[in-house]
């Protein structure tokens, strides 16, 4: 029989955790918009659609969201004090906020990224 | 003090995490700009570097506040704590890696069947499609009358 944890035995959940999962979700939006826009915008204007840079928006945004996935992994079992869970109000209602906000953040850097950044650095 | 250190921490978390909208509007990105390349003007839009710091910096307090996590809060509950979530995680991701998949798949049917009826290379690819249909259908009749006459 194991010790309980505070952290896994309380209502509600951490505002920080529902905060990566929205920005999570955000950039998973994102990748999927842009490596359908692509082809078919394309598609529309009678181009050959399977280029490889229509699908680098959508495999960029959708490497972000794993990289948010990691950030979640390691915040919970590596940088979250088991005890120090109570210092946001822990309600559904509440953590909705800030993950919407951080939901279309991460569809805005998500967009800014693979437009721009990744370009930039790739040089095309 | 500890606890200071982690409320601080997940509060730059959450504020990383809220750039451009609504962090970047009240002029972090603008402040970035300013330290980065001297010019006053900036959209919230032009940097997503300052929210990145914000989030390390968050994770470093979080670490030097000097609570245990989780996981170094005892072993032997971090590696029965550990399993399902490490299982979990790895469907997860399988299943991620799966709906990529089916979501390539429906998108290449689309611009498939796209090409070949309504592009400029229907009177190509339309031949060849009505071409595989009729050669798969002789074979197939070739397979009934193999069976019947064995």
Known sequence: ?124 | MRKTLITLGKTLIILGFLNPIPIGFIGLTRSARIIWDGSEYSSPYDYWWPGFILIIVGFILCRLSGGKPIALYNKKIWKEEAKPCVKGFAWAILGLLAFVAAFLLVVSLIVGIYYVFFSKYMPTLLPICGGVCVFAYLIYIGLRIYKNTK
């Open chain 1, 1 to 124: 029989m194991s010790k309980k944890i505070p952290a896994h035995n309380e209502d509600g959940v951490e505002i920080v955790s529902m905060v990566m999962i929205g920005a999570l979700m955000g950039f998973w939006f994102t990748g999927i918009f842009l490596g359908t826009s692509g082809f078919l915008i394309d598609c529309m204007s009678g181009e050959w659609a399977w280029r490889w840079t229509n699908l680098l928006g959508g495999v960029v945004c959708i490497g972000l969201g794993a990289v948010v996935a990691l950030l979640l992994f390691l915040y919970i079992y590596f940088f979250l004090p088991h005890n120090m869970t109570k210092v946001f109000p822990r309600l559904w209602g509440f953590g909705f906020i800030p993950a919407l906000l951080a939901l279309f953040s991460a569809m805005i850097t998500g967009v800014q990224i693979s437009s721009w950044v990744v370009p930039k650095w790739l040089g095309v």
